[in-house]
């Protein structure tokens, strides 16, 4: 009965406060077309986090106090979650949070007992929890296990390790997984500081999006406080037989005994791309800057974790070429943990300016060559998702009402957001513009905020200091409209111009593959060659490039993607079985889904890819696993 009461209450509220609901998510799902754009927008209310049931409109969590123990054997963390919070609007007595399959077995305050109600379950958002609080009261306590399929926790038997001989786990919280490992208002609106205990095997080490101590004793026992206000998708933790080895002053790598020398020595520009990127865009805010790296099945290529960036290893190729991950993990450091995007509709004021970033640091570090090389072959990338997706999935700000934000992924914020931040920086000036971006990171530190706080801070700062090179409607026609607009930026590169003369010159077959002069080609151009041949090629040819550059056996994992993803295409066998290890070795989403999408496009195909996922999914992240197992059925 009591269960029932606090439930209404906890729907009424929820609407009053415009929370999702599961009856929305229904209506929203109207096909893309029945309404224009410019209307379909207008209905979407700006700030509001259609990903969120928490109200931190009236009731807003500011501290966190963490109390939790990984038990690998059950695959569970349980413990206690602490919140700390103020009340905003007065008279507002439930405080509601975000949960993901959690079990809740109680919540007090003060040692006394709190009701509290679980909502209905949502598919993409979870359950809310209801807590009622009574007069006074400003922190609560949810006592809590999280469920061994945690969305956004994956556990590593020691066989899934370098090393092979410990268990590992790793969190994963952005977007709005971090509900499933911890009850909180999981809403990148919502900022915390925290304070973490974690309980380990003894024999294990835990790190965490926090300060980090690289001689803490291994006594099983862990404690972080993370002083800075961050929203709850950077809160993360891992837990392995962890190496510490520093880089620089304030940078250093987390790893795995049998990789720390090579990842130390992969990323040893880090502290340099540090030091430039104060000098450009205005003083780092979090102390020291780390890398973790993961096991292979990590998602993402890095999540940039606050003064910790989880890397994947498969980023290590031993010449340095695949290192603009870190750069652009390194740059979110102000383009998203210290101006946060305020609801996921919002991604691109992370990922655009972040990638924007990404290509000034390595220009700063590796020279304009590989600046122009690399921005090609991002615009590369965001042209061949302006033809796939529909005219809505490519707006900057995009309508995410209704959807799961796991399946949106796209280049769109990141790479047509980077066009549209170097136009307006063609247009002003670098210096000008470098000045702007120093006050926007400045003015907004700490801060989460919308797209139309960008627009109108952007009309303000930038737009009437230079009436004549900047125009409101143009920028809006960026953010609003699908598209990229006429006339922008697109990048060039001279060294792609011999790549291509190159390329015409073997498919006219007027030139031997093995006489292609390659002997200084750098990863960027081999990704440049192999990306524009055509679709289909003859057995013949691919023999040809194969024996000529040893494509099947490259160690660099970006240019074994690009050749597998021909030889699916044009079934060339040689590649199979190196296909199926890559498969099943590598669970980073971005380099796995393409070959799985190819290979389910034929019934040939689709038995293989059956094949390397039923071998790979045990090892696979739960991300990993949603994005791919839909399409090879
Ligand atoms: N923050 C993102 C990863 C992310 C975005 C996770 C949205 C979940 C939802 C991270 O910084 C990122 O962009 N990673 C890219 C790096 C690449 C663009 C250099 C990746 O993992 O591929
Ligand atoms: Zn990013």
């Known amino acids: 009965m009591k269960f029932i009461h606090l439930k209404a209450i906890a729907m009424s509220v929820g609407l009053l406060v415009g929370c999702s609901q599961p009856e929305q998510v229904v209506t929203q799902s109207e096909p893309a077309e029945a309404q224009p754009i410019a209307e379909q927008q207008s209905k979407i209310e700006v700030g509001r986090d259609y990903h969120s049931f928490a109200n931190p409109e009236q009731i807003k969590v500011s501290h966190l106090e963490l109390d939790i123990t990984a038990d690998f054997a059950a695959r569970i963390l349980s413990g206690k979650a602490k919140l700390h919070f103020k009340r905003i609007s007065e008279g507002s007595d439930t405080l509601i949070l975000d949960s993901r399959e959690l079990t809740i077995s109680k919540v007090t305050s003060n040692g006394a007992d709190l009701e509290f109600a679980l909502g209905e379950t949502d598919p993409a958002l979870g359950t809310s929890i209801s807590i009622k609080l009574p007069a006074g009261v400003n922190t609560v306590t949810v006592s809590y296990q999280t469920s061994p399929n945690a969305s956004g926790v994956q556990w590593l038997t020691p066989e899934q390790t370098a090393g092979k001989q410990h268990p590992f786990l790793f969190t994963q919280a952005q977007a709005i997984h971090a509900r499933s490992f911890i009850p909180l208002q999981d809403s990148p609106q919502v900022r915390m500081t925290y304070d973490a205990i974690i309980r380990t095997p003894q024999e294990l080490v835990a790190v965490m999006s926090a300060s980090n101590d690289p001689d803490a004793e291994r006594d099983g026992v862990y404690e972080f406080s993370m002083p800075q206000p961050i929203p709850s998708y950077l809160i993360a933790l891992a837990i392995g037989d962890l190496e510490f080895k520093a880089m620089g002053k304030r940078t250093g790598v987390y790893a795995e005994s049998s990789i720390l020398e090579a990842a130390a020595a992969e990323f040893a520009d880090t502290e340099s791309m540090l030091i430039e990127t104060e000098k450009r865009f205005g003083p780092y805010s979090w102390d020291r800057y780390d890398l973790l790296i993961l096991p292979p099945s990590f998602p993402f290529g890095g999540m940039e974790n606050p003064r910790l960036s989880f890397i994947t290893p498969t980023v290590i190729a031993g010449d340095k070429s695949l290192v603009a991950l870190i750069a652009h993990e390194l740059a979110h450091s102000w383009s998203g943990n210290t101006v946060t995007n305020a609801t996921w509709r919002d991604l691109w004021l992370n990922e655009g300016f972040t990638t924007y970033l990404t290509y000034r640091i390595m220009e700063i570090i590796y020279g304009t060559d590989r600046f122009n090389m690399e921005a090609v072959l991002g615009y590369q990338d965001l ?134 002069r390659t002997q200084n080609w750098t990863v960027h151009e081999w990704l440049y060659f192999l990306n524009n041949l055509p679709e289909l090629l003859g057995e013949d040819q691919l023999v040809e490039l194969d024996s000529a550059f040893s494509l099947t056996q490259s160690s660099n994992n970006e240019i074994a993607h690009s050749w597998l993803l021909i030889s699916i295409k044009n079934w060339y066998e040689p590649a199979f079985d190196r296909l199926h290890n890559y498969l099943v070795s590598i669970g980073r989403n971005k380099l796995v889904k393409p070959l799985y999408r190819a290979l389910a496009d034929t019934e040939e195909g689709k038995v293989m890819a059956r094949k390397a996922f039923e071998q790979a999914k045990s090892g696979y992240h739960p991300l990993t696993v949603k994005a791919n197992e839909g399409f090879i059925q």
């Open 383 to 516: 042209q061949a998702d302006i033809t796939a997706l529909k005219p809505d999935d490519q707006i900057m700000a995009i309508d995410l009402r209704g959807r799961d934000p796991d399946d949106v992924f796209s280049n769109i914020p990141y790479e047509k957001g980077a066009l549209f931040l170097r136009e307006i920086e063609q247009k002003v000036g670098r210096q000008n513009f470098d000045q702007f971006l120093v006050r926007y990171f400045e003015d907004f530190a700490f801060e989460s905020i919308t797209t139309d706080q960008f627009v109108a801070y952007i009309q303000t700062n930038l737009i009437e200091k230079h009436p004549t090179q900047l125009n409101l409607n143009r920028i809006k026609q960026w953010i609003f409209e699908p598209g990229i607009p006429e006339d922008a930026p697109i990048p060039e590169s001279n060294a792609f111009v011999l790549v291509d003369e190159a390329r015409q010159d073997w498919l006219s077959g007027n030139l031997a593959a093995k006489d292609i």
